[in-house]
């Protein structure tokens, strides 16, 4: 786990929504692993909205969704 991750970081990825593309304004817990896996792919951008794409990727790959679903805001 990185060092650097505190829990309002997961708390703020798990809420944080899709700024654009084909899953604009979906949570990113809520996007699909198979999209995911293709950002990892091709590369997450070098921002915020990029780490939590990678927080969301690692945590989709692991099968840990589950247990964050309780912390999205409605």
């Known amino acids: 786990m990185n060092p650097d ?4 970081d ?3 990825a798990v ?3 899709m700024p654009f593309g084909k899953y ?9 692993e198979p999209y995911l896996v293709w950002f ?4 997450f951008p070098n921002s915020k909205l990029g780490r939590q794409l ?12 589950g247990m964050l ?3 999205v805001r409605r």
Do not use: I
């Open 5 to 8: 991750l505190n829990p309002q």
């Open 69 to 71: 679903q309780e912390l």
């Open 40 to 43: 990892h792919g091709q590369g």
């Open 24 to 32: 604009q304004g979906r949570k990113l817990l809520e996007l699909p």
């Open 54 to 65: 990678a927080l969301m990727y690692e945590v989709k790959v692991n099968g840990l969704e």
């Open 10 to 12: 997961l708390l703020d």
């Open 15 to 17: 809420n944080q929504t």
